[in-house]
C-alpha cells in the first residue's frame, strides 16, 4: 500500500465506529470506563488514535493539523455533512494530488541531501568509490577466500542511518548472521564479494544500492545506509 493512502485508510477504519456522542461534536475531556463496551470503544479509539499518529509521521510532507484532522474524523463518525467544510465526492482527489506532490518534494529534497553526503563521505581518507557508487573503507583486511555470488556467509554487522541511529546490530544480539550474497540489497551484495574472510570493511550505501524509494522498518526510504561488517567466514558454497 502506497504511503499516500495510509492515513486515509486508517480514517476509513475509524468511520466504521459508532459514536458514543449521539450527535454532539463535543469531544469528552475524560470518559469512564463503565462496562466492556466502554472498554472497547476506548481501546478501538486508542489504536486508531496511534496508528494515525504513527502514519502521519511516514506521510509525505510530513505536516498534519491535528485539530482540523479531529473535526473532520469526528464530523464524519456523528454523519454531520451538513457541516462539512469539503465537498466529500472531491476529498479523495485532492488528499491523492496533495500526498503525490509532497511526496516528490520529499524525494528530492533526500536526494539534495543524499548528494552532498556522499560527496563529502568519498573525500574522506581511505574511501573507495566503486562503478556503482558504492563507497567502502578497509579497516582490516583479511587474508581468507572472497565469497561468490551464490556462496552463504557468516557476519557480524552494525547498520545506522546518517543520523547515527542504530537500525539493526548482529554485534548487539551477540549472534552472527548467516545468509546467501545474492538475497540481500544490491550494496550488500557487491561489497561482500570484495571482502575476503577476516575482513571487517565500513560501507556507504547510496539508497539506491539499499532500499530505494521504499521505506524498510525503521528505514526511512530513499535513506543511505552505514554499515560496519565483519566477514567471519564461509559456511556454504
Known sequence: MKKSFLLGSVILAGLALTSCQDGGNAIPSSVKLANTVDSVSYGLGLNIG??????????????????ALIVGLVQALNEDSANYKLD????QDMLQDYFQKAAEED?????LKNEE????????????VTESGLQYKVINEG??????????????????LTDG???DSSVERGTPAEFPVNQVIPGWTEALQLMSVGSKYELTIPAKLGYGE????????????????????????
Open 50 to 67: 496511534s496508528d494515525m499518529a504513527r502514519n502521519i509521521k511516514t506521510l509525505p510532507g510530513g505536516k498534519v493539523n491535528k485539530d
Open 88 to 91: 466529500i465526492a472531491k476529498v
Open 107 to 111: 524525494r528530492m529534497a533526500a536526494q
Open 117 to 128: 553526503y556522499l560527496s563529502a563521505n568519498k573525500k574522506k581518507d581511505g574511501v573507495v
Open 143 to 160: 587474508t581468507g577466500a572472497k565469497p561468490k555470488s551464490d556462496d552463504v556467509v557468516k557476519v557480524h554487522y552494525t547498520g545506522r
Open 165 to 167: 541511529t542504530v537500525f
Open 214 to 237: 521504499r521505506p524498510a522498518g525503521p528505514i526511512p526510504a530513499n535513506s543511505i545506509l552505514l554499515f560496519e561488517v565483519e566477514l567471519l567466514d564461509i559456511v556454504k558454497k
